[in-house]
């Protein structure tokens, strides 16, 4: 009620971008999506009342709030209009240990995880010794990004950094938060620090057992095509030298041989047409996205 940030496990007055969140369409779904955005495991309970005086000195920022999942980033909502009261105003309370990991540009100013920016624990910037793709999948779960990482990469930090450099590591042996570590008295030899970007997707093969079939028997098919081109291919050199032999001593053998090589020549260009015609058949997409990511 003082304005200070609530911890977990406590009630706290709900806000987006320093205005208060309408209760329309809010939901325990969208409870959860916020709670996790801000670093929680879940939510605990949510409310909507008119019962704090700090409540008078916001506007009302957000309203029509709907998540399909727990997931922030497939919720959607108005920020332009609303139709509320502060009687309508949420109240949450989220619980899990708030992620240690932060993103922050190069001034220290903390960031979304969708873009390329650097990795923080505790406000101290993490070496690239031992860090891996397991390493970085884990932090971005940790932030609550569902997809995981889309990328990491090592570099120093930028000259004009105000950030303080650090001997801080982070790895993980396995995609299991339990086989990660963290070591702070290291040496950073890397000299390097971790810049990564974390994305909210989910991807899944969405395919029916009859499409799979499709897919194999035509794979099967091109892979068939390619050792039938082989195939002719070496019964026209095998032709050919035997040509040579048995025309050794005749006067038209340059002109049967050269005649016979062309039409061999004929031959594998007509195949590879029909082999790029097959190829350049566009596939169809596999992959169905769970969540749309602006």
């Given at each position: 009620?003082s304005?200070i940030?609530?911890?977990?496990?406590?009630e706290g007055?709900l806000?987006?971008?320093s205005?208060?969140?309408c209760?329309d369409?809010?939901?325990?779904?969208a409870a959860?999506?916020?709670?996790?955005?801000?670093?929680?495991d879940?939510?605990?309970?949510?409310?909507?009342?008119e019962k704090?005086t700090?409540?008078?000195?916001y506007?009302?920022?957000?309203?029509?709030?709907?998540c399909?999942v727990?997931?922030w980033?497939s919720?959607?909502?108005?920020?332009?209009s609303?139709?509320c009261?502060?009687?309508?105003d949420?109240?949450?309370?989220c619980?899990g240990?708030?992620?240690?990991f932060s993103?922050t540009?190069?001034?220290?100013f903390?960031?979304?995880g969708?873009?390329?920016?650097?990795?923080?624990?505790?406000?101290?910037?993490v070496c690239?010794?031992?860090?891996?793709?397991?390493?970085?999948h884990?932090?971005?779960?940790?932030?609550?990004?569902?997809?995981g990482?889309?990328?990491?990469r090592a570099?120093p930090l930028?000259?004009?950094s105000?950030?303080?450099?650090?001997?801080l590591?982070f790895s993980?042996?396995s995609?299991?938060k339990n086989?990660?570590?963290?070591?702070?008295?290291g040496?950073?030899?890397?000299?390097?620090y971790v810049?990564i970007?974390?994305?909210h997707?989910?991807?899944?093969?969405?395919e029916?057992?009859?499409e799979?079939?499709?897919d194999?028997?035509w794979?099967l098919?091109q892979e068939s095509e390619?050792?039938?081109?082989?195939?002719?291919m070496?019964?026209c050199?095998?032709l050919?030298?035997?040509l040579?032999r048995?025309?050794s001593q005749?006067?038209?053998?340059?002109?049967q041989?050269r005649?016979?090589?062309?039409?061999c020549a004929?031959?594998?260009t007509?195949?590879?047409n029909?082999?790029?015609m097959?190829?350049?058949?566009?596939?169809r997409?596999?992959?169905?996205?769970l969540?749309?990511?602006?």
């Open positions: 009620s304005g940030n609530a911890e977990y496990g406590q007055l806000l987006h971008n205005r208060t969140v209760d369409h809010f939901n325990e779904t959860n999506a916020v709670c996790r955005n801000m670093g929680f879940f939510a605990v309970t949510w409310s909507s009342s704090w700090i409540q008078g000195r506007q009302i920022g957000l309203d029509d709030v709907r399909p727990p997931d980033n919720c959607s909502y108005v920020t332009t609303h139709n009261g502060h009687a309508e949420v109240f949450l309370t619980s240990a708030r992620s240690p993103l540009d190069r001034r220290g903390t960031v979304k969708d873009e390329d920016h650097i990795l923080l624990y505790d406000g101290w910037a690239t010794d031992q860090f891996s793709d397991d390493s970085a884990l932090v971005c779960n940790d932030l609550g990004y569902a997809g990482a889309a990328q990491w570099a930028p000259y004009s105000l950030l303080p450099t650090s001997n590591s993980c042996s995609r299991d086989t990660c570590r963290v070591v702070t008295d040496n950073c030899e890397s000299g390097s810049y970007t974390c994305q997707e989910i991807k899944e093969n969405k029916s057992p009859e799979n079939q499709k194999r028997e794979a098919k390619n050792l039938a081109i082989k195939i002719l070496a019964v050199i095998v050919v030298l035997m040579v048995k025309n005749i006067d038209q053998k340059d002109l041989i005649d016979f090589a062309k039409s004929m031959l594998k007509e195949l590879n029909i082999q790029m097959i190829r350049n058949i566009e596939p997409n596999k992959e169905v996205l969540s749309d990511v602006d």
